[in-house]
Nanobody, 124 residues
Framework: QVQLVESGGGLVQAGVSLRLSCAPSGRTFSRARMGWFRQAPGKEREFVAAVNCCGGATYVAESVKGRFTISRDGAKNTVYLQMNSLKPEDTAVYFC?????????????????WGQGTQVTVSS
């Protein structure tokens, strides 16, 4: 069974940093564009960041630009989301996703595989 497994979430105070990790099991996603989304209570799931497979071009949502960075380690088959200067409005469940069809989009339907999510809670 193919899975994406997120880790690294938690309860933190505003201003600190967290690094989320996403590691697949069951297959590799070395050729896939990998993305992070988040969903706050009562809100739709929104795009946060994505990284392409080859060349490593990255894309970050305006709402987190300058604070969040996405990267991937091909040797470890892992994707990271480095989150700095966290704010209470960053509180959400964060999901890792894989686009194996080359859609290169920022919508949820552009991604074929999803993790179960990891909770990030930022207190003020």
């Amino acid at each position: 069974q193919v899975q994406l497994v997120e880790s690294g979430g938690g309860l933190v105070q505003a201003g600190v940093s967290l690094r989320l990790s996403c590691a697949p099991s069951g297959r590799t996603f070395s050729r896939a564009r990998m993305g992070w989304f988040r969903q706050a209570p009562g809100k739709e799931r929104e795009f946060v960041a994505a990284v392409n497979c080859c060349g490593g071009a990255t894309y970050v949502a305006e709402s987190v630009k300058g604070r969040f960075t996405i990267s991937r380690d091909g040797a470890k088959n892992t994707v990271y989301l480095q989150m700095n200067s966290l704010k209470p409005e960053d509180t959400a469940v964060y999901f890792c996703a894989a686009d194996t069809s080359g859609r290169y989009g920022v919508r949820t339907y552009d991604y074929d595989y999803w993790g179960q999510g990891t909770q990030v809670t930022v207190s003020s």
